[in-house]
């Protein structure tokens, strides 16, 4: 069974670097053909990927926001982590990692399967 | 970047109608890669269909996709009164993801 969960501080400062951690289980992230990703939702609107990182440590990063995040992964501990710096208070979203199957080309891949609780941050001084 | 464009914003039918939700894109897509996830007031999203007309694991047979290239589509054949939620369309081209604006289901 696969689970993940988000975890970090619920209420940033305007500027500050933002650093979430998903702890996943039941899969591992040395499989070829998986990935994690971070998605975000501000309240009351539409999904937003943000970044992703494959098995193979290969990254992909949403365009518009690629100079602001990082991430980084440890397959020993099962985690994921993402940074995101000069937060920003239209930052404020609940922010959800979630397994992704693809990497590998296959037709019909590419999607993401399981999804974390989710965690809202907010961005308030 | 593709963008994913759902329509109609809001549908509001009864249960028991069917429903027949759009997702265009901005460019092809490429070898199915566009899902569709349903997601509920706050809970996480949920994936329903993967290359564009699989349905995922648990997913009634109520649910179905279809299309290609630009234009895709989400059926729910009668709607159940569980059915009502937000449904969002998702796409992987150019080494990018992207998700449409979101359709929500309600209730009539």
């Known amino acids: 069974q696969i689970t993940l969960k988000e975890s970090g501080p619920t209420l940033v400062k305007p500027t500050q670097t933002l650093t979430l951690t998903c702890t996943f289980s039941?899969?591992?992230?040395?499989?070829?053909?998986?990935?994690v990703g971070w998605i975000r939702q501000p309240p009351g609107k539409a999904l937003e990927w943000l970044i992703l990182?494959?098995?193979?440590?290969?990254?992909r990063y949403s365009p518009s926001l690629k100079s602001r995040l990082t991430i980084t992964k440890d397959t020993s501990k099962n985690q994921v982590v993402l940074t995101m710096t000069n937060m920003d208070p239209v930052d404020t979203a609940t922010y959800y990692c979630?397994?992704?199957?693809?990497?590998?080309?296959?037709?019909?891949?590419?999607?993401?399967?399981?999804w974390g609780q989710g965690t809202l941050v907010t961005v308030s001084s | 970047e593709i963008v994913l464009t759902q329509s109609p914003g809001t549908l509001s039918l009864s249960p028991g109608e069917r429903a027949t939700l759009s997702c265009r894109a901005s460019q092809s897509v490429s070898n199915s890669w566009l899902a569709w996830y349903q997601q509920k007031p706050g809970q996480a999203p949920r994936l329903l269909i993967y290359g564009a007309s699989s349905r995922a694991t648990g997913i009634p047979d109520r649910f179905s996709g279809s299309g290609s290239g630009t234009d895709f589509t989400l059926t729910i054949s009668r709607l159940e009164p569980e059915d009502f939620a937000v449904y969002y369309c998702?796409?992987?081209?150019?080494?990018?993801?992207?998700f449409g604006g979101g359709t929500k289901v309600e209730i009539k």
């Open positions: 039941g899969f591992s992230l040395t499989t070829s053909g998986v990935g």
């Open positions: 998702q796409q992987y081209g150019s080494l990018v993801f992207t």
């Open positions: 979630a397994h992704l199957k693809g990497g590998l080309a296959v037709a019909g891949e590419y999607y993401f399967d399981y």
């Open positions: 990182i494959y098995w193979d440590d290969d990254k």
